[in-house]
């Protein structure tokens, strides 16, 4: 035998021996895998408590009381619920045992106590199997690097909730009434107060040792002023000089202010420290304060504990401090940030799963991978850890965050190390398929627990008529769905400002807000209308998009190595397999972007189908008309005569009553937040079809509808 014959021999044995054992390797894992999908599916079934653990709340905020709440058939089991509510996305408010400890900053009080969620207008919530400490919906135990955390899911902001004659209404996906910046200022209060008055400091001390979560009391005292200054630091951020209310948040602003504190280089902030002017011109600061502030920071990356650091050293009091006002780190945050001033409803989730694009100007496309970047930047937005520093890596064009945020051309790339859990977010995403629209309950229907509906009959031969009424004034923009059909294909139909003339603010701060675009500067990045080169100071949506490409495809920092690849492989595999909407071109009528202004379709808001419409007051998208019939009436302009229908200019938001006969919540009469639609933000101009106002997408304007035809419509979207 030649000796190459043996050598061939050898290496063919060679071959054979491992890739049997590739085989066996690689059969391992796909069954690893597939245990692993097949137990976490059991594990979502696990918890059935016959009310989904909804609770009575008796005298409740403005004077409220209602019975256990009772659920409607929208396509979810009990289990299915408890899971939604109860599954973090790596949302990391404040640590989980330090927020038990919490009091309120005005009481003895426990902070997370039903009195305060409920008046807050988050959903108090019983103990159930995933909810060990009876949380309220949507607020979770995350843990992240070892350390346990209490964050936000979904669920916070969409699980609504009816209330009708004592009984209320549970609506999975369906807007929250909830209060989230009274919450974060009462947070920031109740830890301030606990630092500073001994009693309660000692009694949170106490508790929160009991737990076992820190070594002595001088760690815990330690942890919590450091968590003070992170909530205080997200407050000065974020505040804003229209009061958003109950039912309302602007989120996007929020999302985009989080991502720019976290992409910002020190030489970005430097200058920005160096250009902020007080009101009458002058400059903010000198040079020599601007050095002391920027002392030993000089990262590609600012961090959060340095941006601390540089809002102390900003406000610090006392000789030789540069001792800012708060009216002029406000202005100073216009320098770095933008004002989150454009809050919205929060929109309804059901067919959430089947739209073309989501969010309320159509900003987030739908397609492949699309709805897991759209859900990372929102926990980025919420309290997601952003562990976010610089590095060099050996060859940037193969580390896969650098490429998939633009970065691979950059010798020092941005590290996208986060809490976030992109693989519960792909669970959720696909949860909310099955999600269906709500129907109306009434008398002569059956709840799913036997019992009949608590609102009253639609008159069927009224809402007959008010069908035609929708198809001639509504159908063109708001499609009608069948909730069974799986499916179904959810299109939006864009409107450009100019011609919906609802408030402007949302849309164009989506489009018009900028910031420093840290190290994605000079990257390429790409848009609807090609690949550009993102300047220094960038449009915020840019920046977003290339940040939570970069998080989405960074490895899990609690799973081990071998769980990343297999999460990684899931993920892509999962938006492209388990999502069936497919890339395609925005319907409706806007103005399409050009390469020289590349967002310029976002400045448009889009009509959704009314299915489950009823269950989402306040209407329009910022929340500025109270009821159904409201939205049918105009809005009162100079010359109209005083003795006209108009809609409310003013009313009161924050009840859950509800008005069945208008459709909407109960608007006046109690002590909540006043809605003023003078402000900009709050405006309720726009969308007067109805009316005979606003022209319909063939340019026509159609007469103003009767009162007893907008009775009829009215009953009609009962139906839906």
């Keep these: 035998m030649s000796r190459i014959s043996i050598l061939t021999s050898m290496i063919s044995v060679f071959i054979a021996q491992h890739l049997r054992k590739l085989v066996l390797a690689v059969s391992f894992v796909a069954l690893l895998m597939a245990l692993t999908l097949a137990g976490g599916k059991l594990y979502q079934h696990i918890d059935r408590h016959p009310d989904r653990g909804a609770k009575a709340i008796s005298q409740g905020a403005f004077t ?59 959903l108090p919530q019983v103990a159930t199997i995933f909810n060990p400490d009876a ?3 949507g607020f979770v135990k995350d843990t992240y690097k070892g350390q346990a955390y209490l964050g936000l899911t979904c669920a916070a902001c969409h699980t609504g909730q009816v209330n009708y004659q004592d009984k209320a209404i549970r609506i999975d996906g369906g807007p929250a009434m909830s209060n989230m910046s009274a919450f974060m200022a009462e947070l920031e209060q109740a830890l301030d107060a606990t630092l500073n008055k001994p009693d309660k400091l000692e009694r949170y001390l106490t508790k929160v040792l009991k737990k076992g979560a820190y070594k002595n009391a001088e760690q815990a005292q330690k942890d919590l002023e450091l968590w003070h200054k992170i909530r205080r630091q997200y ?135 699309g709805p897991l970047g759209r859900n990372v930047g929102e926990v ?101 769905i069948d909730r069974n059909n799986w499916d179904r294909k959810v299109v939006a139909s864009m409107s450009a400002l100019d011609r919906i003339g609802t408030d402007p603010a949302m849309a164009k701060n989506s489009v018009l807000y900028s910031g420093s675009s840290g190290n994605f500067k000079q990257t390429y990045q790409k848009t609807s209308v090609g690949t550009v080169i993102m300047p220094e100071q960038a449009p915020v949506a840019m920046i977003l998009s290339a940040a939570a490409a970069g998080v989405v495809v960074t490895p899990d920092a609690d799973k081990w190595w071998i769980r990343r690849q297999l999460d990684r492989l899931y993920l892509l595999a999962a938006s492209f397999f388990q999502n069936d909407i497919e890339a395609s071109v925005q319907s409706g009528d806007y103005q399409p972007s050009t390469t020289a202004q590349p967002f310029q379709n976002l400045l448009a808001y889009k009509a959704r189908p009314l299915n ?82 606003s022209p319909q997408l063939n340019g026509e304007v159609l007469p103003a509808l009767n009162d007893q035809q907008r009775w009829a419509l009215v009953e009609y979207m009962k139906t839906l």
């Design 64 to 122: 409220e009381s209602y019975t256990t709440p009772v659920y409607l058939d929208q396509g979810w089991k009990r289990s299915d619920s408890l899971w939604f509510y109860n599954t973090t996305q790596g949302s990391n408010l404040l640590p989980y045992e330090m927020m038990l400890a919490l009091e309120h900053g005005d009481n003895t009080q426990s902070f997370l106590a039903d009195d305060n969620v409920d008046r807050w207008r988050y």
């Design 612 to 693: 489950g419409i009823w269950a989402t007051a306040p209407y329009l998208h910022n929340g500025s008309v109270p009821t159904l019939y409201d939205l049918l009436l105009p809005v009162k302009r100079e010359g109209d005569p005083d003795e006209g229908l108009y809609r409310p200019n003013h009313f009161v938001v924050g009840s859950r009553e509800f008005d069945a006969k208008k459709v909407g919540f109960k608007s006046q009469g109690y002590d909540g937040s006043v809605f003023d639609t003078s402000l900009p933000g709050n405006f309720n101009s726009g969308h007067e079809y109805a009316a005979g106002r």
């Design 380 to 480: 980025m937005g919420v309290f997601a850890t952003l562990d976010w520093t610089a590095s060099k890596p050996w060859y940037a064009p193969l580390n896969l965050p650098a490429r998939a945020s633009g970065q691979d051309s950059k010798r020092e790339v941005i590290d996208f190390t986060s809490s976030v859990d992109p693989i519960n977010l792909q669970r959720l995403e696909l949860a909310l398929k099955n999600l269906k629209s709500p129907l109306w309950p009434g008398d002569d229907s059956y709840l799913p627990n036997g019992e009949h509906g608590p609102l009253p009959k639609i008159d069927k031969a009224l809402a007959d008529k008010g069908q035609r009424l929708f198809v001639e004034y509504c159908q063109s923009c708001h499609q009608p």
């Design 135 to 137: 949380l309220p919906v």
């Design 235 to 369: 407050n000065i951020v974020n505040h804003s000089s229209l009061d958003y209310g109950y039912a309302r948040l602007d989120a996007f602003g929020r999302i985009y202010n989080r991502v720019l504190q976290y992409i910002i280089d020190s030489d970005q902030l430097k200058r920005h420290l160096l250009s902020a002017r007080n009101s009458d011109g002058s400059r903010m600061l000198t040079l020599q304060q601007v050095d002391q502030v920027m002392q030993g920071i000089d990262d590609s990356v600012v961090s959060r504990d340095e941006f601390m650091l540089v809002i102390d050293r900003l406000t610090a009091k006392g000789p030789n401090q540069v001792s800012l006002s708060m009216k002029q780190i406000l202005r100073l945050r216009d320098q770095v940030f933008n004002e989150p001033n454009a809050p919205v409803s929060y929109p309804f989730l059901w067919d959430t799963a089947h739209s073309d694009y989501v969010q309320w100007n159509g900003i987030a496309k739908n397609a492949g991978a």
